[in-house]
């Protein structure tokens, strides 16, 4: 809930949240039937005592526009507007319905305390800090920008000069090969993802993905009727051996893997097993969608390898975007695929959103072609290195040998092992109720004990703070066994 009450209103915080949830009411946001937020919820929401909602709600009540329900809480009353011709949509049913299945209630819960929070230590959300955004490349490259005469919907695919600026980023700085017709601009590698998932696949088709993955938390695999099957990642990916088994029980049709410096393990695929993958997908004819966001962030400056640099046979749809090297608002992702696919995928987006917006593109061609572009890279690389070791520091001053982790060369995330055993929603709880948010295990895989804690949304000056608040969190934790 982005309202607040304010002490400076002049009015009663009770009553100002009594006429908040009025407005909404009559208004239809809170139709007749619905059910209002729990007491305890809101008051978390809003920052206030439990005590203040109580007296909110007891308002409403003494107006007639709500009633209680003893043990299950507070409805929107029925009998508001006394017109019994009157048959308004039962929304609680409707959202209820649909194709999408909701987010993780973690997840949920993780992107409300970042976006209504400002104090709270991020190490939860895949985005850069302030000091890793190109801020200074983005203002020279918007002053020198040259605002086309033409403002009506792009081409299909999107802007034809960033694809062919893409496809020579490509070849110079990930070895892969292409053209502009081959790729497609997307929002993000989300809507990538997406937009493959429900042109390519149908109701019922088994696919893999990495246990743990970022692929792990989208319900968008469940939403559209797909049956998932687990990989296992080890300290050098998965075992393509598993790949074989899982094909033969299931008849796989797609594989999903984040080889490179993996969300959340950080790991990367050894080349013999990318070798092997690619042995297979020609083998078995299973496509490989490779999810690559980080392959620029090697801190050691190697120009890592990509599953689509190796693909000579057209098996691997490759997608990557600008959120974890630029930023995560510029909402440029692509896909890069043979042509019959690239065909049906931006078919199915310009049924979405008819064409990517035209400014982000003209930006996001500008970044790549920028004699400065590669400064910033460097400069990335070395930001990220710095704060992936603040935090291990931190780590190692404050939990010791309570907590494991593998060390990533390259991308944004540490995967850590607790060894106490925790409840996971009372750490995590009690971590927001310090002052910092990480993303528990079970949103991203199936093993138990595990937290992802991202090194690069945080300033330099929190990450150790963040690390000091999380080991107080465990603490009482422990203590309250």
Known sequence: MEWKPTKAAGIAVYKQIANYIEGRIMNGE?????WLPSE???AENLNVNRSTIISAYDELHAAGLVKRVKGIGTIVNTDIWADVTRRLPNWEQYVKSGFFQLNNPINRQIYSVTQ?????????????????????LLQDVHRSMEISSYLGYEHIQGNMKLRETLAA??????????TASSILITSGAQQALHLIIQSLLNP???????????????????SAGLRTFLLPVSEDGIDPEEIISLYKKHRIKMIFLNPNFQNPTGTSLSEEKRLKIIDLSTKYGI???EDDPYSLTDFSDRKVQTLKSMDRDGTVIYISSLSKIIASGLRIGWILAPQSVINRLADAKQQIDFGHPNYPQWIAENLLSSAAFDNHIRKLRKGLRVKRDMMIQA?????GETIDYMIPEGGIHLWCKLNDHFDEQQLFKEAIRQGMVYAP??????????IRLTFSRADDDRIASGISRLAEAAQKCAKSK
Not at 30 to 34: A, D, I, L, Q
Not at 116 to 136: C, F, M, Y
């Open 287 to 289: 496509p490989i969608v």
């Open 40 to 42: 305890r919820l809101l």
């Open 204 to 222: 019922g088709d088994a696919v893999v993905i990495e246990d743990p993955s970022y692929a792990y938390s989208l319900p968008i695999f469940h």
């Open 395 to 399: 780590i190692k001053l404050h939990f």
């Open 30 to 34: 809170f139709p007749s039937g619905s």
């Open 116 to 136: 209504s929070e400002t104090d709270i230590i991020n190490l939860a959300v895949g985005e850069l800090s302030r000091d890793l955004l190109p801020v200074q």
């Open 441 to 450: 295990g079970s949103t991203l895989g199936s093993s138990a004990n595990r």
């Open 169 to 178: 980023h490509l070849q110079s700085h990930r070895n892969i090969d292409s």
